[in-house]
C-alpha cells in the first residue's frame, strides 16, 4: 500500500513523507499514488513500479525477454526454463497471460545454486491481480539461480517479472565516521540512500556518492532503519576505480 501526499513532493518522488521514487517508462512523472500512465520503465514493475524486475536468459522464446506483454507464447509449449542472471533468493513472481480461463494451470519450480535438481516453490499463495495477471509466491530459502515454469497456463504465457525486491534503504537515516570535503563539495552519507546511481565526471560525484576522509583512518557508513524489514539481499553502486 502506498498512501497519499496531499503536500507536493520534489519532482520524481511520491508517498506520504515523499519516500518513494517514481519509476515510469521513459522518465515520465508518476501520478500522485506512483501509479505511470505508460507503464513501468524497463527494470521495474508490481504496484507503483517499486519493485526490481530481476533479469535472466530463455533459450528459443524472445517473446519472453522482450519486456512487452502483448507479445506471448505461440502455444508450442508448456514448460519453459529460465536461468537467473544473477542468483537471489525469490519471493514472488508476476506472470501475465493472453487468455483469463487458464490462469491458475501453472506450476513454478526453482533450482538452487550449485544444485542440478529443481524443488518446488514452497508457497503456493497467488494474488489476481486482473483477469490475466496473477502474483505467484515462492519464498525459498535457497539462493535460486533456476526458475521452471510448468503446465497448461504456460501455452498462454506472455511475461514473466521476478522480483528482487524494493529499494527499502531510500531516505532512511544514515551515518558514517566522516566526510570527505573538497573545495566546496561534501561526499555525505545521504548520498547513499537518494536513489541516484548514476555517476557523473569524476570531480562531481559528490553529487551522487558518499565517501569518507581517507585521512581519518578506518572509515564506516551505518544505516538506521524507520521500522523492521525483510532483507534479501544488497545491491551496492561504488564510483568508478573504488
Request: proline content about 3%; overall charge negative.
Amino acid at each position: 500500500m502506498f498512501w497519499l501526499n496531499t503536500e507536493a513532493c520534489d519532482s520524481g518522488w511520491f508517498g506520504d513523507n515523499c519516500q518513494y521514487q517514481c519509476h515510469c517508462a521513459g522518465s515520465a512523472l508518476c501520478n500522485q499514488d506512483g501509479s505511470c500512465n505508460a507503464g513501468c520503465s524497463d527494470n521495474w514493475f508490481g504496484p507503483a513500479c517499486q519493485y526490481d524486475s530481476v533479469s535472466y536468459q530463455a533459450t528459443r522464446v524472445p517473446w519472453l525477454l522482450d519486456k512487452d506483454d502483448r507479445t506471448c507464447n505461440d502455444e508450442s509449449t508448456s514448460t519453459i526454463y529460465v536461468t537467473l542472471d544473477t542468483a537471489i533468493p525469490i519471493t514472488w513472481v508476476r506472470v501475465v497471460f493472453n487468455d483469463a480461463d487458464s490462469i491458475d494451470k501453472i506450476r513454478l519450480f526453482y533450482t538452487p545454486q550449485n544444485s542440478r535438481s529443481a524443488k518446488f516453490c514452497p508457497d503456493k499463495r497467488k494474488a489476481q491481480v486482473d483477469d490475466k495477471t496473477v502474483d505467484i509466491s515462492c519464498q525459498t530459502s535457497d539462493v535460486a539461480e533456476k526458475l521452471t515454469l510448468d503446465g497448461d497456463s504456460v501455452r498462454h504465457l506472455c511475461s514473466l517479472y521476478i522480483s528482487g525486491g524494493r529499494n527499502v534503504a531510500l531516505k532512511q537515516r544514515v551515518y558514517q565516521s566522516s566526510t570527505f570535503e573538497f573545495a566546496t563539495n561534501k561526499w555525505i552519507a545521504q548520498n547513499a540512500v537518494d536513489g541516484r546511481t548514476s555517476v557523473y565526471e569524476a570531480a562531481k560525484t559528490s553529487r551522487t556518492c558518499t565517501h569518507t576522509d581517507p585521512e581519518a583512518g578506518p572509515g564506516w557508513w551505518k544505516l538506521k532503519f524507520s521500522s523492521a524489514v525483510d532483507i534479501s539481499r544488497f545491491l551496492i553502486y561504488n564510483r568508478d576505480g573504488n
